[in-house]
């Protein structure tokens, strides 16, 4: 009995796959492309026929993990008024993200990445941060958070320390739990809302 032969679709999806875990764990500049080919189980000319240099398959990448992300933090969520189960919910999700998807969120957050974004990169991140900055700013209006804050330097902050959380604990310095994780969300607010 002979097995279906994998469609275009089922191959591009298997070198995107292979490519996030072996990017995520090796880097994106140090990392040649044959080392991708065989974790998709393909050859490099197969990957070339899909994905025409490393450059468009790390884009391709990119774009795919940044919506996977959007559609997990964002999705039926009402963005219109922030307040604290709001705030609880975005880190609830952020959190199941990364120790869900641990590669995906090792990936987004490698320190690289704008030197090779191209356009379309760049505005899959824009789609992802316009909606949370925007949150930011109606939350200083209404005077749920601080207003001596940029939304920016708010956003840096929140996601600088859910990042660090995460870091120090694939590095073996802590191993979090979710009180942990309660208390560093709870921190957060603290230092981002109007009442801290």
């Given amino acids: 009995m002979t097995t279906p032969s994998a469609t275009p679709d089922d191959k591009r999806q298997r070198i995107l796959a292979a490519a996030l875990t072996v990017f ?3 880097g994106v500049h140090g990392t040649p492309v044959p080392p991708i080919a065989t974790a998709a189980g393909i ?3 197969g990957l070339y026929r899909y994905f025409a240099s490393k450059e468009a398959l790390v884009n391709a990448v990119f774009q795919d993990t940044k919506q996977a992300l959007a559609t997990h933090l964002l999705t039926d969520l009402n963005l219109t008024t922030l307040d604290r189960p709001l705030f609880n919910e975005l880190w609830r999700r952020l959190a199941d993200f990364a120790r869900h998807r641990p590669d995906a ?6 320190q690289d990445h704008h030197s090779y974004l191209d356009a379309n990169s760049r505005l899959s991140e824009w789609q992802l941060l ?3 900055r925007q949150l930011i700013e109606q939350g200083q209006q209404a005077g749920v958070l601080t207003q ?3 939304p920016e330097v708010a956003m840096a902050l929140f996601w600088g320390a859910f990042v660090g ?3 120090a604990q694939r590095l073996g310095y802590l ?4 009180d942990d994780l309660q208390q560093a969300r709870d921190a957060c607010w603290q230092v ?3 009442t801290s």
């Fill in 24 to 26: 995520a764990r090796q």
């Fill in 43 to 45: 050859s490099v000319g």
């Fill in 105 to 110: 969120f090792r990936f987004l957050e490698l």
């Fill in 130 to 132: 316009m909606p949370l």
């Fill in 148 to 150: 001596h804050l940029r």
């Fill in 165 to 167: 959380l995460f870091k």
């Fill in 175 to 178: 191993e979090l739990d979710s």
């Fill in 192 to 194: 981002l809302s109007h």
